[in-house]
């Protein structure tokens, strides 16, 4: 195990399926008085606001990158909209921003999960996912990292020892852990407690997952964008 305590912005990829949109709240705003005046505005006249923006209850203002310099939204959205099962290093009630080394780790991990998701959904013979491939500039020290020898934190199916690291690094003022890939070999990937350190987040290329009725047979991206 050990410590980075020296900030470095680094780049990694993201993806997010299609059907969940940007949150245009975050995204147009620039300031928590901003952020503050539009959400009470928009509260009293979009009764969709809640299931768009998610339970802002869940973050602190003072935790929007209102300097993120585009997909402020993007940033944000994992920690006002939380997976009760929780994640690797986020439980039921705490969010977290994962972020791969490279799109081939992105990927991977995320064919995993869409793969076991799948699996557990009765009669679904045939079906295509479409997913937006996130460029994420971050810079999240203090980070805690984790070493490959590490077994019990990198268990493939059980995530009880990571959470509670999880738990004990958000207590001790810790913004992210880094950890090796389990589903990607020399892949590495972030998960980050808070979206205060991303810097920018942007959309690079679409990535298509084809599910065959037992297993995603095909992962092929779709196209490419300047970043």
């Keep these: 195990m050990g410590v980075s305590d020296k900030p470095q912005a680094m780049k990694g990829h993201r993806l997010i399926n299609t059907k969940y949109p940007s949150i245009a709240l975050f995204d147009d705003v620039a300031s928590p008085e901003e952020f503050e005046m539009l959400y009470a505005i928009q509260a009293m006249t979009n009764p969709r606001l809640r299931d768009e923006i998610g339970d802002i209850s869940l973050i602190c203002k003072s935790e929007i990158p209102f300097h993120c310099e585009r997909g402020r939204s993007y940033a944000v959205a994992p920690f006002t909209h939380i997976n009760p099962n ?6 039921g009630f705490f969010g977290a921003l994962y972020v791969a080394s490279t799109d081939q780790t ?3 991990e995320v064919k995993h999960h869409q793969q076991q998701y799948w699996k557990s959904i009765d009669g679904l013979e045939y079906d295509r996912f479409l997913f ?5 500039t ?9 070493e490959p020898d590490n077994a019990t934190i990198l268990n493939p199916g059980c995530y009880a020892a990571s959470q509670q690291l999880a738990r004990d690094l958000k207590k001790d003022g810790y913004q992210a852990v880094e950890y090796p890939s389990v589903r990607s070999e020399n892949g590495i ?7 205060k350190p991303v810097y920018d987040v942007v959309q690079s290329y679409l990535l298509e997952m084809i599910w065959d009725g037992e297993k995603i047979a095909e ?4 196209n490419n964008m300047v970043v």
Excluded at 219 to 222: A, G, I, T
């Design 219 to 222: 992962v092929n991206k779709v």
């Design 86 to 91: 929780g994640g690797r290093f986020n439980d």
């Design 106 to 108: 992105a990927a991977l």
């Design 132 to 136: 937006r491939g996130l460029v994420v």
């Design 189 to 195: 990937c972030w998960a980050l407690f808070t979206p």
């Design 138 to 146: 971050h810079d999240p020290a203090p980070i805690h990292v984790i």
